[in-house]
């Protein structure tokens, strides 16, 4: 699987667990929640375009306020899996809950395929992957009761035994009221009290009075004072009782594996729909997820390159909408959001300056946002942002420190990065946290330098973070190398968490020691040191940061005038969609209610004709004619060719939609003298006229 997958170690350290845990708490079912929990980033474009497809179709469903029929999906393959290993047939309950999770099938499938195609034709097809098992709900709930019983009614049979059982019932009962009733009995019994022992009625006898009637003690009491005793008077018919359960039994035992063979012939079916539920609830959590955050498509490409425009930290949302006690979509300016790019102008970001200043939460937000749009998942950023979809992802952020393997934290890293070496490659992006550090300056610096040259020969597209200032030469002496940096504010001595990029960092230790009150001696001394230090390049670094600070200045311009564009166009398309869409809708309405008022006009002449048919011939001919004349006015509506056209195209086993059943069918023959067609519905044929059916679809 080397190279198919994406590095677990890298999903541990970008929290993308906590990404699947949160979209499972979105899915409206354990199915979902199960897809969820198990979801993994795709190294196949197709696969997470599709995907993508799917969240961002089912977020514009949820988004015009349509309701998605989610309720009564249950995990039902455990049910399937587990049968035959204690049970020869499925317990009423869990033909119930079969019943449940195959009807939802049913909904989803009419909800899905009847969505619009153009706007949802990914959804369309999920839908039609569902199975159709009306026919096996039907005979489950006829036969299963809201209270998980085998109903009265679900056989003749039964019904007729469970008449026969009350009524033998009633008439043990009155027979026992009428032996405990007896002035004989008074003394000797403890209490009238209707009880069963064993399944057969019984009369508390006191054991001082065992003779005092006829019968077969069953059990005692642990005292011994209380002898239960069936009255021979009652053992005819107790015994009819017990007969009667027994059959009750064997009926309910029938019923049940009829409807468990039902189930058990569609089973590979049944396997497929409940896959394909568990991805629409998937798909239905994603989407939940998207609109719950905020969150846009981004538009995933080949080639070995990103653009994430105002991006924001996922779980960085989270934590702080949890601390205000609010939804993420509330949150304004809490958590500032990231402009990145790479692989396009350069495959090297170094980004350096002071700890605490941002610079591994870029890192995790580049990270974990790729895996997530590689999932099929939107992502918290500006629309129009772009990721390619990498064959490996590797990362090395955090503290590695192993106590266990007696490692330092220089030399978990260290391992760390060179298994990412050993497989780096074209399409590989890789994130290195703190390059160099825990070990000397001077040589952390130079192996840095040879990391980062080898990982960019090797055609990796790297992002690392340093806090060594050695490494802003190698990034502007290098090709296709840019620094850059998380601005910090030198007022307020805080980090603005703002990357810049063509910018590298400082640690600017000494303005900050100045601001918090460092003896202007020790500054001075200080300052003149870094001067005398200096080789010359530090005056040609500024003037190269200074010419790609406006490069980079120019580029943001010329990209918001883009976005511009870019906005301007998409809404001038809106527009145009919404018209044509309205255009088609007034259309079709104009076509339908042409349509019928021609056939209530029909319906209206042809009355009229066959009224006539007594009449005088020249009265009866003239209204024949008036009849065939409208009739071929009414077959002349867009409406009435298009369906003309469509039963002329009709072959035997033909999918069509009865619309008086609302069931679709197989054609089984065309009588085009007749006007009619037969149609194999749920195994039974009915002969319906032309304009009784309709496509699938409802097109």
Not at 110 to 116: A, I
Not at 182 to 207: C, T, W
Not at 434 to 439: F, K, Y
């Given at each position: 699987?080397?190279?198919?997958?994406?590095?677990?170690?890298?999903?541990?350290?970008?929290?993308?667990?906590?990404?699947?845990?949160?979209?499972?708490?979105?899915?409206?079912?354990?199915?979902?929640?199960?897809?969820?929990?198990?979801?993994?980033?795709?190294?196949?474009?197709?696969?997470?375009?599709?995907?993508?497809?799917?969240?961002?179709?089912?977020?514009?469903?949820?988004?015009?306020?349509?309701?998605?029929?989610?309720?009564?999906?249950?995990?039902?393959?455990?049910?399937?899996?587990?049968?035959?290993?204690?049970?020869?047939?499925?317990?009423?309950?869990?033909?119930?809950?079969?019943?449940?999770?195959?009807?939802?099938?049913?909904?989803?499938?009419?909800?899905?395929?009847?969505?619009?195609?153009?706007?949802?034709?990914?959804?369309?097809?999920?839908?039609?992957?569902?199975?159709?098992?009306?026919?096996?709900?039907?005979?489950?709930?006829?036969?299963?009761?809201?209270?998980?019983?085998?109903?009265?009614?679900?056989?003749?049979?039964?019904?007729?035994?469970?008449?026969?059982?009350?009524?033998?019932?009633?008439?043990?009962?009155?027979?026992?009221?009428?032996?405990?009733?007896?002035?004989?009995?008074?003394?000797?019994?403890?209490?009238?009290?209707?009880m069963m022992r064993h399944g057969r009625p019984v009369i508390a006898v006191k054991s001082t009075h065992r003779h005092a009637i006829r019968g077969t003690v069953l059990d005692r009491?642990?005292?011994?004072?209380?002898?239960?005793?069936?009255?021979?008077?009652?053992?005819?018919?107790?015994?009819?009782?017990?007969?009667?359960?027994?059959?009750?039994?064997?009926?309910?035992?029938?019923?049940?594996?009829?409807?468990?063979?039902?189930?058990?012939?569609?089973?590979?079916?049944?396997?497929?729909?409940?896959?394909?539920?568990?991805?629409?609830?998937?798909?239905?959590?994603?989407?939940?997820?998207?609109?719950?955050?905020?969150?846009?498509?981004?538009?995933?490409?080949?080639?070995?390159?990103?653009?994430?425009?105002?991006?924001?930290?996922?779980?960085?949302?989270?934590?702080?909408?949890?601390?205000?006690?609010?939804?993420?979509?509330?949150?304004?300016?809490?958590?500032?959001?990231?402009?990145?790019?790479?692989?396009?102008?350069?495959?090297?970001?170094?980004?350096?300056?002071?700890?605490?200043?941002?610079?591994?939460?870029?890192?995790?937000?580049i990270g974990l946002l790729t895996a997530m749009a590689q999932s099929g998942l939107h992502i918290p950023a500006r629309a129009g942002s772009r990721v390619s979809v990498f064959r490996?992802?590797?990362?090395?952020?955090?503290?590695?420190?192993?106590?266990?393997?007696?490692?330092?934290?220089?030399?978990?890293?260290?391992?760390?990065?060179?298994?990412?070496?050993?497989?780096?490659?074209?399409?590989?992006?890789?994130?290195?946290?703190?390059?160099?550090?825990?070990?000397?300056?001077?040589?952390?610096?130079?192996?840095?330098?040879?990391?980062?040259?080898?990982?960019?020969?090797?055609?990796?597209?790297?992002?690392?973070?340093?806090?060594?200032?050695?490494?802003?030469?190698?990034?502007?002496?290098?090709?296709?190398?840019?620094?850059?940096?998380?601005?910090?504010?030198?007022?307020?001595?805080?980090?603005?968490?703002?990357?810049?990029?063509?910018?590298?960092?400082?640690?600017?230790?000494?303005?900050?020691?100045?601001?918090?009150?460092?003896?202007?001696?020790?500054?001075?001394?200080?300052?003149?040191?870094?001067?005398?230090?200096?080789?010359?390049?530090?005056?040609?670094?500024?003037?190269?940061?200074?010419?790609?600070?406006?490069?980079?200045?120019?580029?943001?311009?010329?990209?918001?005038?883009?976005?511009?564009?870019?906005?301007?166009?998409?809404?001038?398309?809106?527009?145009?969609?919404?018209?044509?869409?309205?255009?088609?809708?007034?259309?079709?309405?104009?076509?339908?209610?042409?349509?019928?008022?021609?056939?209530?006009?029909?319906?209206?002449?042809?009355?009229?004709?066959?009224?006539?048919?007594?009449?005088?011939?020249?009265?009866?001919?003239?209204?024949?004619?008036?009849?065939?004349?409208?009739?071929?006015?009414?077959?002349?509506?867009?409406?009435?060719?298009?369906?003309?056209?469509?039963?002329?195209?009709?072959?035997?086993?033909?999918?069509?939609?009865?619309?008086?059943?609302?069931?679709?069918?197989?054609?089984?023959?065309?009588?085009?003298?007749?006007?009619?067609?037969?149609?194999?519905?749920?195994?039974?044929?009915?002969?319906?006229?032309?304009?009784?059916?309709?496509?699938?679809?409802?097109?």
């Amino acid at each position: 699987m080397a190279g198919k997958r994406i590095d677990e170690h890298t999903l541990e350290v970008l929290e993308f667990e906590e990404i699947r845990r949160t979209l499972a708490s979105f899915a409206a079912s354990d199915l979902g929640k199960d897809a969820a929990r198990g979801l993994y980033p795709s190294v196949d474009l197709r696969w997470a375009a599709a995907r993508m497809a799917e969240t961002t179709e089912l977020t514009k469903v949820l988004d015009r306020g349509e309701r998605v029929p989610m309720a009564g999906l249950r995990d039902i393959r455990p049910v399937l899996s587990e049968f035959g290993k204690k049970q020869s047939v499925f317990e009423p309950a869990e033909l119930m809950e079969i019943a449940d999770t195959l009807a939802a099938s049913g909904r989803l499938r009419l909800f899905l395929t009847n969505l619009e195609p153009a706007e949802s034709a990914h959804l369309r097809a999920m839908g039609e992957k569902l199975g159709d098992f009306e026919a096996t709900v039907e005979e489950v709930r006829r036969c299963i009761g809201g209270d998980k019983r085998v109903k009265d009614d679900a056989s003749d049979k039964l019904r007729e035994i469970r008449r026969k059982i009350t009524q033998v019932s009633e008439n043990l009962h009155q027979r026992f009221m009428n032996l405990v009733a007896s002035p004989a009995l008074k003394k000797a019994i403890e209490n009238d009290n209707y009880m069963m022992r064993h399944g057969r009625p019984v009369i508390a006898v006191k054991s001082t009075h065992r003779h005092a009637i006829r019968g077969t003690v069953l059990d005692r009491s642990n005292t011994g004072a209380t002898l239960y005793v069936e009255p021979d008077e009652l053992v005819e018919l107790s015994n009819e009782l017990e007969d009667a359960v027994f059959e009750e039994k064997k009926e309910v035992g029938r019923i049940l594996w009829v409807l468990t063979k039902m189930v058990l012939d569609q089973q590979d079916a049944i396997l497929d729909s409940v896959k394909t539920l568990s991805l629409v609830d998937l798909t239905y959590a994603k989407a939940r997820f998207s609109i719950a955050y905020g969150m846009n498509p981004p538009d995933l490409t080949t080639g070995s390159s990103l653009q994430l425009r105002d991006a924001r930290h996922p779980l960085l949302l989270q934590l702080i909408s949890r601390q205000k006690g609010c939804g993420v979509s509330q949150l304004t300016n809490e958590v500032v959001p990231i402009d990145v790019r790479l692989g396009d102008d350069f495959d090297l970001l170094l980004i350096t300056g002071p700890n605490t200043g941002g610079k591994t939460v870029v890192l995790k937000t580049i990270g974990l946002l790729t895996a997530m749009a590689q999932s099929g998942l939107h992502i918290p950023a500006r629309a129009g942002s772009r990721v390619s979809v990498f064959r490996q992802i590797f990362a090395d952020i955090g503290d590695e420190q192993s106590i266990q393997q007696s490692l330092s934290t220089f030399s978990a890293h260290m391992r760390q990065v060179v298994k990412i070496l050993e497989r780096t490659n074209g399409g590989t992006l890789v994130l290195l946290d703190e390059l160099g550090a825990g070990t000397d300056p001077t040589e952390g610096a130079v192996l840095a330098t040879a990391i980062l040259d080898r990982l960019m020969h090797k055609g990796g597209k790297v992002v690392a973070t340093t806090h060594l200032g050695q490494l802003k030469s190698f990034a502007y002496s290098t090709p296709r190398a840019q620094n850059g940096s998380v601005q910090f504010d030198t007022e307020t001595l805080q980090p603005t968490y703002r990357l810049m990029i063509g910018t590298p960092g400082s640690s600017n230790a000494i303005v900050i020691a100045q601001r918090l009150g460092m003896p202007k001696e020790v500054i001075g001394q200080a300052t003149a040191l870094l001067a005398t230090e200096s080789d010359g390049t530090s005056e040609l670094i500024n003037q190269i940061q200074a010419t790609r600070e406006d490069a980079e200045q120019k580029r943001s311009e010329a990209q918001s005038i883009l976005d511009e564009a870019d906005a301007a166009r998409a809404e001038a398309a809106e527009k145009l969609r919404r018209i044509e869409e309205e255009g088609r809708h007034l259309r079709k309405q104009a076509d339908r209610e042409i349509d019928e008022s021609m056939q209530a006009i029909r319906r209206v002449v042809d009355e009229f004709a066959a009224g006539m048919h007594n009449a005088p011939a020249a009265w009866s001919q003239k209204a024949r004619t008036l009849a065939e004349q409208v009739a071929a006015l009414a077959s002349g509506t867009a409406m009435a060719q298009r369906h003309a056209e469509f039963i002329a195209g009709l072959r035997r086993g033909d999918g069509v939609f009865v619309i008086p059943f609302r069931r679709e069918g197989l054609v089984e023959r065309i009588r085009k003298s007749r006007g009619t067609i037969i149609v194999l519905v749920d195994s039974k044929e009915v002969e319906v006229p032309f304009r009784d059916v309709a496509r699938p679809d409802g097109a």
